[in-house]
């Protein structure tokens, strides 16, 4: 996945030209990630966001990124700045989401090593030990707790 941008300056206004700023950009996705898209309906998954004059919350979806954007007009370079950067953010999501439905069409399996210090993943899962039908195990190293009798 990549993201290309483009920022130039321009001047708006009939009588004092004030200093704007234009802002091109289009998202391209590889075979694989336009397919998984494509395929699990992620095309209206928003990437980035924007605030309008009249503090209108704008949004842009994938398909909309993909498709890209020429001209798009920030008085300031403040917007321009929370705009790109909510771009960037918005596909580093669309990045995770693609990592994890990879993984879901992979087969879903994973086995993780969690401790104090994170998580891990391990490479080669067993298989789940199905228990249906079964009891499961008691939890080891907790002592049962003990009844309370009523009184008569």
Same mark, same amino acid.
């Given at each position: 996945?990549?993201?290309?941008?483009?920022?130039?300056?321009?001047?708006?206004?009939?009588?004092?030209?004030?200093?704007?700023?234009?802002?091109?950009?289009?998202?391209?996705?590889? *075979?694989?990630?336009?397919?998984?898209?494509?395929?699990?309906?992620?095309?209206?998954?928003?990437?980035?966001?924007?605030?309008?004059?009249?503090?209108?919350?704008?949004?842009?979806?994938?398909?909309?990124?993909?498709?890209?954007?020429?001209?798009?007009?920030?008085?300031?370079?403040? *917007?321009?700045?929370?705009?790109?950067?909510?771009?960037?953010?918005?596909?580093?999501?669309?990045?995770? %989401?693609?990592?994890?439905?990879?993984?879901?069409?992979?087969?879903?399996?994973?086995?993780?090593?969690? %401790?104090?210090?994170?998580?891990?993943?391990?490479?080669?899962?067993? *298989?789940?030990?199905?228990?249906?039908?079964?009891?499961?195990?008691?939890?080891? %190293?907790?002592?049962?707790?003990?009844?309370?009798?009523?009184?008569?």
């Amino acid at each position: 996945m990549q993201l290309h941008t483009k920022t130039s300056p321009t001047n708006v206004g009939l009588l004092s030209k004030k200093v704007a700023f234009l802002f091109d950009y289009q998202l391209i996705l590889t *075979p694989e990630e336009a397919a998984l898209v494509k395929k699990y309906q992620h095309g209206c998954f928003t990437v980035g966001t924007w605030e309008g004059s009249k503090g209108m919350e704008f949004y842009v979806s994938v398909g909309q990124a993909v498709q890209g954007k020429k001209g798009h007009c920030f008085e300031g370079l403040g *917007p321009l700045t929370r705009f790109e950067s909510s771009l960037i953010e918005g596909c580093q999501k669309l990045c995770v %989401n693609l990592d994890n439905l990879r993984h879901i069409s992979a087969g879903g399996e994973r086995l993780l090593e969690i %401790n104090p210090e994170g998580v891990q993943l391990v490479s080669q899962p067993p *298989p789940i030990a199905s228990n249906q039908g079964s009891t499961p195990p008691p939890i080891p %190293n907790i002592p049962p707790v003990p009844q309370v009798q009523a009184r008569a």
